[in-house]
């Protein structure tokens, strides 16, 4: 018999995918209540401040394509002018120099030994990575050939999605890594084109502050949010779930932003819980670092950098204070390092006396930064951050997604849904599966 509250609509999870989904019900003028983990909404898109710096959990930067300008967003409240609109500089580091991304299109760049091996490889680059069931690997190779590919391409996407690409679908993020453009290789070889190209070749970010700057729009005047209420169980068939505090729920409509594997392993469906463990995704630790100084000249105008190196632990490094004057104190420098791990990896690495270490000294051994100069480091675990896709990935979902429905259950956001998404993507998917509940 089912007990606790009846409420016709709950939201799990306080990131900018719940709030959407809230914000929308509650336009709606529905009865809904929005249940979040942590003391605060906000999710992955956070922002802390430390002193004299604004952090946020990571590099999250608003990528448009639906929608013109922030303003546009639904239910999100913003104003243009709180906003700048950044064009995209991020570089590869490879062969000691920075090369304009994407490097397959500005190989002109790279010292003229590397590029004359790239150049002949990618001549003799194979073609049969596009046959049934091919990786993600063997996407990369036959488009790229063999040289570029070992140099940056495969080693930055492992260290990105600690994982082996043999393992993953050449489906696997196509959105983001599109097939090669034969026109824009050979233009890059020859001239170092440094075209801006990609999904994220423009992007938002606030004057001000940080992205939580998102967050307070989405989440200004919502009045049903309960913070630090855990879900612990979902009882499909009752439609009730209890959160760690042993409150229960009862829903008509669930509306679910947790990560599907762990939304998976909570239900009571066995079917489910089977399904769960065959679901795998990465780990990043993010070390965003506050310097008392400002950055090196070289490093000026640059808003992130890939790190293929395998002998170096962190994949990413960003740059806070170059992309909005408003992350911190005028003399003073913001960036943030990723780390890509396995989950398992993430919970028993020894995060401040083992890796923040390594990561401050391969920093400094690269010259990237001075030790004196560090005046606060603040580190971010993010123990879902990129799902992985396998040739069964796709069938599975779907088929997770569809025994869900059956019990009005609603996934949204990027990892709801189980996919590879922007966050504009994330709040949409919100809007549209509540406006496509009656």
């Not at 003028?29 to 604004?54: A, D």
């Not at 995209?88 to 490097?103: H, L």
């Not at 008392?292 to 740059?319: A, M, S």
């Not at 993430?346 to 005046?375: F, H």
């Amino acid at each position: 018999m089912k007990s606790g509250p009846e409420i016709p609509a709950i939201v799990i999870g306080g990131g900018i995918a719940g709030l959407t989904a809230a914000r929308a019900l509650q336009e709606q003028g529905r009865n809904y209540v929005l249940l979040e983990r942590c003391p605060t909404v906000g999710g992955l898109t956070r922002t802390v401040e430390v002193g004299e710096f604004c952090f946020d959990y990571t590099g999250h930067f608003l990528h448009l394509s639906r929608y013109s300008t922030p303003s546009a967003i639904p239910y999100a409240g913003l104003d243009d002018q709180d906003w700048i609109e950044v064009n995209r500089r991020s570089c590869c580091f490879v062969g000691g120099k920075f090369i304009t991304a994407p490097i397959q299109y500005n190989l002109g760049e790279l010292p003229p030994s590397i590029l004359a091996e790239c150049v002949a490889s990618y001549e003799k680059r194979p073609t049969n990575g596009h046959q049934q069931n091919a990786s993600f690997r063997d996407y990369i190779v036959t488009g790229f050939g063999e040289r570029l590919a070992d140099l940056f391409l495969i080693p930055q996407n492992e260290k990105t999605m600690a994982i082996s690409l043999d393992r993953l679908s050449d489906r696997a993020v196509r959105r983001f890594f599109p097939p090669p453009d034969e026109a824009l290789v050979r233009k890059g070889i020859c001239s170092a084109a440094k075209d801006t190209l990609g999904y994220n070749a423009n992007f938002w970010y606030p004057k001000v502050g940080g992205i939580g700057h998102l967050v307070h729009g989405l989440s200004e005047g919502l009045k049903n949010c309960k913070v630090n209420q855990s879900v612990a169980a979902v009882r499909l068939n009752e439609k009730t779930l209890v959160t760690s505090r042993g409150e229960t729920y009862c829903w008509s409509a669930l509306f679910s932003s947790m990560p599907l594997k762990k939304l998976c392993e909570i239900t009571d469906d066995e079917e489910l819980q089977t399904a769960a463990t065959q679901l795998s995704h990465s780990s990043t630790i993010s070390f965003n670092i506050g310097l008392r100084e400002e950055l090196p000249t070289e490093f000026q105008g640059i808003h992130w950098i890939y790190v293929p190196d395998r002998e170096i632990p962190f994949y990413r490094v960003g740059f806070y204070s170059n992309i909005g004057n408003g992350c911190c104190t005028p003399g003073r420098s913001a960036l943030y390092v990723e780390v890509g791990l396995s989950p398992e990896d993430a919970d028993r690495i020894n995060l401040v006396n083992s890796l923040q270490s390594e990561v401050l000294c391969q920093l400094e051994k690269l010259g990237w930064i001075r030790s004196r100069d560090v005046s606060c480091v603040v580190a971010h675990i993010i123990r879902c951050a990129y799902v992985h896709h396998t040739d069964d990935t796709s069938r599975l979902v779907s088929v997770i997604l569809e025994r869900l429905r059956k019990h009005d259950i609603f996934p949204m956001g990027r990892y709801g849904l189980w996919d590879y998404t922007s966050m504009e993507d994330s709040m949409e998917s919100a809007r549209t599966a509540v406006l496509g509940v009656a």
